[in-house]
């Protein structure tokens, strides 16, 4: 265990160890979180979490609806392209 300090404007150091371990980069972002035990930093995920129902159709495609068989055959594909 390490002990770090409170500055006056606020801020605490993250030992070096730690930022290591966890490949925390400078302008790393950290959501707070008040717990019983107390403050718990969790990294900011870098993207905002969405449903399948949010992003569903996001995407414009014109023409006839594809099976689940034409996209396996183009995913079969595409796979053999990349690895021939």
Same mark, same amino acid.
């Given at each position: 265990? +390490? %002990?770090?300090? *409170?500055?006056? &404007?606020?801020?605490? @150091? @993250?030992?070096? #160890? *730690?930022? *290591? =371990?966890?490949?925390? $980069?400078?302008?790393? $972002?950290? %959501? =707070? @979180? &008040?717990? &019983?035990?107390? %403050? !718990? !930093?969790?990294?900011?995920?870098?993207?905002?979490?969405?449903?399948? +129902?949010? %992003?569903?159709?996001? !995407?414009?495609? $014109?023409?006839?609806?594809? #099976? *689940?068989? +034409?996209? &396996?055959? =183009? @995913?079969?594909?595409? !796979?053999? +392209?990349?690895?021939?």
């Amino acid at each position: 265990m +390490e %002990v770090t300090r *409170l500055s006056s &404007d606020g801020q605490v @150091i @993250i030992p070096m #160890s *730690l930022r *290591l =371990a966890h490949q925390w $980069e400078p302008g790393q $972002e950290f %959501v =707070a @979180i &008040d717990t &019983d035990n107390g %403050v !718990l !930093l969790q990294p900011k995920p870098p993207f905002q979490t969405t449903t399948l +129902e949010e %992003v569903a159709g996001c !995407l414009r495609y $014109e023409g006839p609806p594809k #099976s *689940l068989e +034409e996209f &396996d055959q =183009a @995913i079969a594909q595409t !796979l053999k +392209e990349q690895w021939s």
